[in-house]
């Protein structure tokens, strides 16, 4: 008798295309690195301290989250560290740490983990944070009062804020230039605008987010504000200042084209996408807060079961 | 192993492996010691079989295992049988197993040679169920389904194979006996060959419509061909054999030509051996040779923890033991190296929407997955496309989480298959009772 070789047995298929959650994660992250680095160079060891906490908490968040509900360990998908790195490139670099501390919380565990861990949450963890945080505590947002202690080479105005008080005269003071290239207040990671796209596009072209919410979120922020200034040019800002200020560019790359919050059919992509867009422009000029990235995607996330079931016909399919 | 592109945003394509115009005869293997058949009844009470341990059987003898029962097998070696016993395979398909010690000597059993001469179905449903490529003759000589149109495949159904297009290259002359013997005992005059395009000058030469299948995963797979055939899909939930449309193997039907060409039933069927390299061989096997004679015939060493796989690497099922047997429809037998092996996780799916992207069924995938999981089998069938399904597998291919999205769905499909005979047999046992009582 020869001894029998044990087998390993399993179902099929028996390829795999090599993708992982793992990849995903540490690749986003690796792209927004793009963006992190400017604002880390412009901010210095403050913002460094905030990305460092950001990170960190969110991962012991999970780590703590994980043996309570004594599931497996999930901080090697690297979500949670993704989640905290997200968090960090929105806030102002002299955050307190208890406020980024707080923020990982309800962005890990009431965003995230109480809906069932990972693909189970209907909203943005990140943006669950940032708006809990903003109701709660909304002066440590107020980027002008934040950064007060920074003369830096440039307009040291949010220039969102500055836009909303002083009206649309104040527009010309930001050149396109500095916009894109970080000259301008705002979050760590916000601010960059050529790092974030850059970043971005990497991320579509290899496939880990999603163009068509990308660049129909673009488009919604651009068509929306356009009309607004066709509409009224006197009282609002033109689309190129919409674009690059602000979460903006985050939104469209970063955090609208997160998994489980956003459709994955072709049609409601678009719709989806779009409405952020549309939706952030209207929160900017007629709504009562600053900024609207955060709060238009929250509401297309809560649309977002309901658009995607906008769908093609299962081939086959009589009735 | 296939991997996915640095340009993820395009969708990967997986394609055929179309034969070589360079491709190599296939190597022959000696009739083994020991031969395992399987025969697709098991039995309940060993007094139901009605052969016994060291029963004399012949190559080409006809052997019915369990009484009263219709499925057959013959015997492809001269010997004599050395063990009968129940063998439960994927799916808990029952089958019986039948070992037979292979003798020196080869005897042919004359039985079919008698009766050749006049090709009819009740004949040929008597002997050829089980030889090299399957036929499915029960399928035709069924009263109840109307075919009305038989579906010749030349082309593998899953990728990396490519012994189904060998046959055809090969064995033109066999397929154009066997089609004459096809329309003589069925009476349809309806055939087409689905080939892929390098094989249409072979396929013309065999008189059959033709069709041309595409090189792209899953073109060829049978509900895909039978769209290209009919023109339209076949309604989710019907079969095949619903529209009217029997597919048989191009292997089977060379089977067919030889069978009344020779005078007796063949009992050799090619088979592509994968190695762990990726290279491939093709070699002539006599069904129910044990798959560790293959290997050892190429000196393929098998070690713990490697992975192998009868059929292709998208469909086919992986086996727990090297002495399971060459069957009719082993197309092709794949060994991957341990470290190579890829396995699925119990991670949830994140919605990233790649299953949806790939699939040719335009199921939604992301959704479909979450009810399986759940056991809604009954919510998924009516709610969520799952018989709209064509089994590619594309789905776990490309799955971020690596759930085991294709195997959820061919369970599903399996427990509902089997769900109104359970609750038939429930009502029958209650019925009987309320009688007694």
Request: with cysteine; hydrophobic share 45%.
């Amino acid at each position: 008798m020869h001894s029998q070789k044990k087998l390993i047995v399993s179902h099929a298929p028996f390829w795999h295309d090599g993708s992982s959650i793992t990849t995903r994660s540490y690749h986003i992250m690796l792209a927004a690195m793009l963006a992190i680095i400017p604002g880390l160079i412009m901010y210095g060891a403050s913002a460094v301290a905030v990305v460092s906490m950001s990170v960190s908490s969110a991962i012991l968040w999970e780590l703590a989250f994980n043996k309570i509900s004594k599931q497996p360990v999930s901080v090697g998908d690297g979500n949670a560290s993704l989640i905290g790195l997200l968090f960090a490139m929105m806030l102002p670099a002299t955050s307190p740490w208890w406020v980024v501390v707080t923020g990982t919380f309800v962005a890990v565990i009431i965003g995230k983990q109480i809906f069932g861990g990972i693909g189970a949450n209907p909203f943005n963890p990140v943006l669950i944070g940032m708006s809990i945080l903003m109701v709660a505590w909304k002066d440590y947002f107020d980027f002008d009062a934040a950064l007060v202690n920074y003369d830096l080479d440039m307009v040291m105005v949010y220039p969102l804020a500055y836009l909303k008080n002083f009206g649309v005269s104040i527009v010309d003071q930001f050149s396109i230039i500095d916009l894109l290239t970080g000259k301008q207040v705002g979050g760590i990671g916000a601010t960059f605008g050529i790092g974030i796209i850059l970043g971005g596009i990497y991320l579509i072209i290899r496939g880990f987010i999603r163009w068509e919410i990308t660049i129909s979120f673009l488009a919604g922020i651009f068509i929306t504000a356009l009309a607004f200034q066709i509409s009224d040019p006197q009282n609002y800002a033109g689309p190129v200042f919409h674009l690059l200020t602000g979460y903006t560019l985050l939104g469209a790359f970063y955090l609208s084209t997160e998994d489980s919050s956003s459709p994955v059919n072709f049609i409601p992509m678009l719709i989806y996408g779009a409405g952020c867009g549309v939706m952030t422009v209207l929160i900017r000029n007629i709504g009562a807060y600053v900024d609207g990235v955060v709060l238009a995607i929250l509401l297309m996330n809560l649309a977002n079961p309901l658009i995607d079931k906008i769908r093609p016909k299962a081939i086959g399919k009589v009735a | 192993m296939i991997k996915k592109t640095f340009v993820g945003l395009l969708k990967p394509r997986l394609e055929y492996d179309i034969l070589s115009a360079t491709h190599t005869e296939p190597e022959i293997i000696p009739a083994p010691k020991k031969v395992t058949i399987l025969s697709g009844t098991s039995f309940e009470r060993s007094d139901a079989v009605q052969l016994k341990v060291g029963d004399k059987v012949k190559t080409g003898q006809k052997l019915v295992p369990v009484i009263d029962s219709e499925d057959y097998v013959i015997s492809t070696v001269t010997g004599t049988i050395s063990s009968i016993s129940n063998y439960t395979g994927n799916f808990g398909r029952a089958f019986t197993s039948i070992t037979i010690d292979t003798d020196d000597t080869e005897e042919i059993d004359e039985k079919f040679g008698e009766i050749c001469n006049k090709p009819d179905l009740a004949n040929a449903v008597d002997f050829l169920g089980s030889v090299p490529g399957g036929l499915p003759l029960k399928i035709l000589n069924d009263p109840e389904k109307s075919i009305n149109r038989i579906v010749i495949y030349g082309m593998d159904k899953d990728l990396l194979m490519t012994t189904t297009q060998f046959v055809v290259k090969t064995r033109t002359d066999l397929i154009i006996k066997g089609i004459g013997i096809l329309k003589e005992i069925t009476g349809i005059e309806n055939i087409t060959m689905a080939v892929p395009s390098s094989l249409m000058h072979n396929a013309n030469k065999t008189g059959a419509d033709v069709t041309i299948i595409d090189k792209e995963y899953p073109s060829a797979l049978p509900f895909m061909i039978a769209k290209e055939v009919l023109g339209d899909y076949v309604p989710a939930g019907r079969s095949l054999e619903d529209m009217g449309i029997c597919l048989i193997s191009a292997e089977a039907i060379a089977s067919l030509g030889a069978a009344y060409t020779e005078g007796k039933i063949p009992v050799k069927k090619v088979v592509e051996i994968v190695d762990k390299d990726g290279s491939k061989k093709y070699v002539s096997v006599t069904m129910g040779t044990p798959v560790s004679d293959v290997f050892k015939a190429f000196d393929i060493k098998v070690k713990d923890k490697d992975r192998v796989i009868v059929g292709g690497p998208m469909t086919g099922s992986s086996i727990y033991s090297v002495d399971y047997p060459v069957q009719a429809d082993t197309d092709a037998v794949i060994i991957q190296d341990g470290s190579k092996v890829e396995t699925v996780s119990d991670y949830p799916c994140i919605n990233c929407g790649e299953c949806v992207r790939i699939c040719p069924s335009k199921i939604q995938v992301n959704i479909l997955v979450r009810f399986l999981e759940a056991g809604e089998y009954q919510e998924a069938a009516d709610a969520h496309d799952l018989y709209s399904c064509v089994e590619c597998g594309l789905c776990s291919y490309v799955c971020t989480s690596k759930m085991p999205v294709f195997q959820y769905i061919r369970l599903a499909k399996y427990e509902l298959a089997n769900a109104p005979a359970e609750v038939e047999a429930e009502e029958e046992t209650e019925a009987a009772e309320e009688e007694n009582a």
